[in-house]
């Protein structure tokens, strides 16, 4: 959860309920709820708007809910400037300080916004007392309840005009004066009080002379706005005045104007404090005005010493919690670690206990040169012992199969006269009538078992000094002659093979 969260979770105590719209005329005080027909007011008495307040809101408000208050022309008023050239978002600071010249009050002491006005490039200034709207902020917070939003009455006159582009309403609450006022386009462009005639100008169903005085006053306010509105004459008039028959009074008017005039409401019952309070609660979002501007507004405390107190409360709750936990935790461990180090120790004796005895077992060098010296020592006897089993079997076999082929394989035109035998080799030379008996010769030796396989490598035939054919048949390189003995062969002549034949 970020701060933010924590700071809206817990600085936010406003009840999901409805704003509220409080009414404040000199007559008295109107509430109603957004979205509700339902209107109930309080008398003002000896100019005691507070305690009139207090009482009509006391039993119908819920902690923490916003009021929208619409004021009375009594209390605001109005001054038309040029536009000022600075943004819109500055003017509730800027415009006290533009009417310091027109207005009597020290600039400290008021509070003002503006609507401009369309395509006139001026700009209606609203100004009320400080004092009254820190006032009525106090008795709001008394209760619980916070002011959201300070607004004139007349722009709430001004969205009653629903169809038409234009119009003109003449109002009138109770123990006050006659106000003409002018809008276009949902948007007051002129007022104006009548204060040479007190209404109501129709009493007991008889019209009197002030009715004469009224007309003429409209009829004024009526010709001058011909003349300024650029959308031509003005056609129609409504009327809602409080404590008079408004369909009596808009005959009277109509048979003395040269203009249509018309209740704002046909029927209507109340007073029209009752009629604002509804209008403003069915149009209550995005008023052009607002005169309780954000830099009069109190600092949210998030942080109150109840809330510090509860949070406070529940961080060493909290803190207890995780304390026991992390103590049976840490209990659990220590267990763990003792069992652990003393299962350690126990290894540890058992492994220096196998190094000693590992060292007792280990042999001394002199040992170990004396054994290699053995292995040594039997391996060239075993190697001795090969060769003479392989000295023994070459032995077995002998040399009495080869000669005993040989004598087999004796012919009258081949005569040996050496013969060169070892384990693989065997030479023969000797003498024969032509050379051509000696390849047919050498063919007969696969019909003998002991000589089967055996090849030459090389084959001299030539004469000796008797003129007689000789042949060398070798099966190894010619540095070695038939007419010495070497290491692993023995030298036979003819008269051997000549035995072995016997």
């Known amino acids: 959860m970020t701060f933010k969260n924590i700071v809206a979770r817990f600085g936010s105590e406003q009840a999901n309920t409805s704003p509220m719209v409080v009414i404040m005329q000199s007559d008295g005080v109107f509430l109603s709820e957004k979205g509700q027909l339902k209107v109930s007011n309080c008398d003002i008495t000896a100019n005691n708007w507070q305690k009139a307040l207090e009482q009509l809101l006391q039993p119908n408000a819920t902690k923490g809910q916003s009021v929208n208050v619409v004021i009375g022309s009594d209390l605001y008023h109005t001054y038309q400037i040029d536009t000022p050239r600075i943004p819109k978002s500055e003017w509730p600071q800027a415009l006290p300080f533009l009417l310091k010249d027109v207005i009597s009050e020290r600039v400290t002491e008021i509070v003002a916004d503006g609507l401009e006005l369309p395509s006139l490039n001026k700009t209606t200034a609203y100004v009320i007392q400080k004092s009254w709207l820190l006032q009525l902020r106090g008795v709001l917070e008394k209760l619980g309840l916070e002011l959201a939003q300070v607004i004139p009455e007349e722009l709430f006159w001004a ?64 010709d001058y706005l011909s003349s300024q509105l650029k959308t031509g004459g003005v056609h129609a008039l409504q009327v809602c005045c409080d404590e008079e028959s408004e369909t009596q009074l808009a005959e009277a008017l109509t048979a003395r ?202 084959l001299k035939i030539g004469r000796n000094t008797n003129d007689v054919v000789t042949f060398e048949l070798r099966t190894s390189p010619e540095n070695r002659s038939l007419d010495t003995v070497v290491n692993a062969g023995e030298k036979v002549d003819a008269t051997q093979v000549l035995e072995a034949q016997q």
Not at 190 to 216: C, K, M, Y
Not at 375 to 381: G, H
């Open 159 to 222: 969205r009653a005009q629903k169809e038409s582009h234009s119009a003109v309403l003449l109002q009138r609450s109770r123990f006050h004066h006659y106000r003409v006022s002018a809008f276009v386009e949902q948007l007051p462009i002129f007022h104006r009080t009548i204060r040479s005639v007190s209404g109501p100008v129709i009493q007991d169903e008889t019209i009197g002379l002030d009715v004469d005085s009224l007309a003429l006053e409209l009829q004024r306010s009526l």
């Open 257 to 458: 104007l040269n203009v249509k005039v018309m209740p704002l409401v046909s029927e209507r019952t109340g007073w029209s404090g009752a009629l604002l309070a509804q209008i403003a609660s069915e149009q209550l979002e995005g008023p052009a005005v607002n005169l309780y501007p954000s830099y009069l507004k109190p600092k949210q405390e998030h942080f109150t010493l109840a809330r510090v107190a509860s949070v406070m409360a529940l961080t060493v709750t909290a803190a207890v919690a995780v304390y026991g936990y992390l103590s049976v935790s840490t209990a659990q461990l220590e267990s763990e670690l003792a069992h652990s180090e003393s299962r350690a120790d126990s290894l540890h004796d058992e492994l220096s206990q196998q190094k000693s005895a590992l060292e007792s077992h280990r042999p001394s060098p002199v040992k170990v040169a004396a054994v290699e010296r053995l292995k040594q020592e039997t391996a060239a006897k075993k190697d001795a012992l090969d060769a003479v089993d392989d000295y023994d079997k070459e032995q077995q076999v002998g040399y009495s199969s080869v000669m005993n082929s040989l004598a087999t394989l004796g012919r009258n035109d081949i005569s040996i006269q050496h013969i060169y035998l070892d384990k693989s080799n065997i030479d023969i030379s000797g003498l024969a009538r032509n050379a051509s008996v000696i390849p047919n010769w050498v063919g007969q030796f696969k019909q003998e078992q002991s000589l089967v396989g055996r090849t030459f490598k090389t």
